[in-house]
């Protein structure tokens, strides 16, 4: 898994191959689709799946039922993101062998994400903890792998990663919402530019 995710919502599914080849081509691989319109993200992956298959990491986000992640799973997810922390949730997903890379955003829940043997939690929104809550947490939690979501841009990747974050879910700042194939070229200088940045930190 590469350290950019790209997160894709809002995108009907006949613009999403123009849109992942894009991402590719700049160097990402790594996609997750939204379930927040559960339909048009099924139809996302399910598309992605057929025309790339084992090209690229394809998981589905905004799992927030046991029902969705076995609808993301057969079309073709291979990993979940939730938007917070469900214990059972999680736990049901992980007896299915499928990573999974929960929301969290307190201390609390990211030591009920490690007692389950979660390596990846997802600090979301990552804007409103800040990077001094992830300097401090590192502390008690220096195996534990932070994904960044929410409200990450160009402008603070860098810190972002300085403070401890390993991988950084984007959104609208890099596939916008309602992304055509006409956007193509667009996503992918944006993502050039994001991992110029990383590689530069």
């Not at 029902?67 to 999680?90: C, Y």
């Not at 890379?101 to 043997?117: D, H, K, N, R, T």
């Not at 006409?182 to 944006?190: F, V």
Request: glycine share 10%.
């Amino acid at each position: 898994m590469t350290q950019l995710i790209a997160i894709i919502r809002g995108v009907e599914a006949e613009n999403i191959l123009e849109i992942t080849e894009g991402l590719l081509e700049a160097g990402v691989d790594t996609l997750e689709v939204s379930l927040s319109n559960e339909q048009q993200g099924l139809e996302c992956i399910r598309t992605i799946k057929t025309a790339y298959g084992n090209q690229l990491n394809l998981g589905a986000g905004t799992v927030i039922s046991e029902q969705q992640a076995d609808k993301a799973l057969e079309a073709g997810a291979t990993f979940l993101i939730t938007p917070g922390w469900d214990k059972e949730l999680a736990k049901y997903i992980l007896s299915k062998e499928i990573p999974i890379f929960p929301g969290v955003f307190s201390p609390g829940e990211i030591m009920q994400a490690a007692s389950l043997g979660i390596e990846t939690v997802k600090l979301f929104p990552v804007s409103d903890l800040g990077t001094s809550f992830i300097k401090n947490v590192k502390g008690p939690f220096p195996n534990m792998n932070f994904m960044a979501v929410g409200g990450v841009t160009h402008n603070n990747i860098a810190a972002l990663k300085n403070a401890g974050c390993s991988y950084f879910a984007i959104g609208s700042d890099l596939v916008p919402r309602g992304a055509t194939k006409k956007d193509k070229e667009k996503i992918k200088t944006n993502a050039e530019g994001y991992i110029k940045l990383l590689e530069e930190v």
